[in-house]
């Protein structure tokens, strides 16, 4: 399996409050992703990564951020969690664009 | 937006049955892949089928693409009770950045 680790693997939290999910990667890939999974959408890209600090939006970035300080690291934050916001999340990681991904074991997130 | 659609949205078959899914995407693609997720798990990459290719097999795993129906199919031979499974497929493509899109997804039941 690739080395990829998502933290927390649960969490509950309160509407309005700030939370932040973060995706640990030990394979050195250049590229990071961030998604979210909901019944009925499939996957939804919210934010990526090619590269320490260089991050582009995804098809649902609106609520959310991110940042990469570093190769192994990529932050997806929720500045004001919302109801809408509650989902399962996904990191994923691949060397190169578009090629291969591998994905962590998902976030599942509450927001109440 | 989400570029890929499978089709059937949920398959069941009996175990030694084949399995066939079927992915139709929008725009012109560099690579279309295909990926499995078990109940409560990360998804796990099948198999890259490249924009100039028809047909590629992995295993059991047979992937078809036709780039002048924006199509794709992936069946797989003498189905399992183990490949009970959701399978999306998902297009890379240098028209919309470095990420994959996936599509909502085929969920399979393969009963014994």
């Known amino acids: 399996d690739a080395g990829i680790t998502q933290s927390p693997r649960h969490k509950v939290t309160e509407t309005g409050t700030p939370v932040t999910l973060r995706c640990h990667q030990t394979?050195?890939?250049?590229?990071m992703y961030w998604y979210r999974q909901d019944p009925g959408h499939g996957l939804r890209l919210i934010h990526y990564s090619y590269g320490v600090k260089d991050t582009d939006k995804g098809e649902v970035s609106d609520g959310y951020s991110v940042s990469r300080s570093k190769t192994e690291d990529f932050l997806l934050t929720l500045e004001s969690a919302t109801s809408s916001q509650t989902s399962v999340y996904f990191c994923a990681i691949s060397e190169r664009g578009y090629t291969e991904a591998f994905f962590g074991q998902g976030t599942r997130l509450t927001v109440v | 937006s989400q570029q890929g659609e499978e089709d059937p949205q949920a398959l069941s078959i009996q175990e030694g049955e084949n399995a066939t899914m079927n992915c139709s995407y929008k725009?012109?693609?560099?690579?279309l892949q295909w990926y499995r997720q078990n109940s409560g798990r990360g998804l796990v990459h099948l198999i890259l089928?490249?924009?100039?290719?028809r047909e590629k097999h992995s295993g059991r795993l047979r992937v078809t693409l036709d780039t002048s129906k924006k199509s794709s199919s992936l069946l797989i031979t003498a189905s399992r009770a183990a490949d009970t499974a959701s399978y999306f497929c998902a297009t890379g493509s240098s028209n919309s950045g470095y990420a994959l899109n996936f599509g909502k997804g085929t969920s399979l039941l393969v009963t014994p």
């Open positions: 089928i490249r924009s100039n290719e």
């Open positions: 394979e050195n890939h250049r590229y």
């Open positions: 725009t012109s693609i560099n690579n």
